[in-house]
């Protein structure tokens, strides 16, 4: 399987904050970024893969700053390590108040998605080739974020 480049996959989505989308305070629902990110994460890790995935784990979400109604919401997600069936996603949400002209990060998160068959098993995806700065950095701490992951104590 020929490795790909972190651009082939790279992916940005702007959505407007609503205010069915915010809480009391006219602040987005973290739960409704939540769902942005995962839906992002699943598309570049389809493009990336060219297979349906699924959601393995939701490894981090760190909440950096709130949006409120009136912001663009910009996401942006690449592929930065992949396993064998798996493929590490990394998320940044920046919230634009497009009046004012401010941009700031608001979440950045890292997911686990698996890409899998028409029969729902895991199959083998092509490795990745970072390219820019961020994308190298990236890289080369995927496998100390994987063994975080696997050295996690199952809550049961």
């Not at 602040?27 to 890790?45: M, N, P, Q, R, W």
């Not at 895991?122 to 975080?148: G, N």
């Amino acid at each position: 399987m020929e490795p790909l480049p972190v651009r082939y996959s790279r992916m940005t989505q702007t959505r407007l904050v609503l205010p069915p989308d915010t809480n009391h305070l006219d602040t987005i629902f973290g739960g409704k970024v939540l769902s942005y990110i995962d839906e992002i994460a699943a598309l570049t890790a389809m493009k990336h893969s060219n297979c349906v995935v699924v959601t393995a784990s939701i490894d981090s979400v760190d909440f950096l700053s709130s949006a409120k109604v009136g912001d663009a919401l910009t996401l942006e997600a690449c592929v930065t390590s992949t396993g064998r069936t798996s493929m590490e996603v990394y998320v940044k949400v920046f919230a634009d108040d497009l009046l004012q002209g401010q941009k700031v990060m608001t979440t950045e998160s890292f997911l686990t998605m698996v890409a899998v068959d028409v029969e729902g098993r895991p199959t083998p995806v092509p490795p990745i080739i970072p390219e820019t700065e961020e994308d190298k950095q990236l890289f080369e701490t995927a496998p100390s974020r994987r063994e975080h992951r696997k050295s996690r104590p199952a809550l049961r």
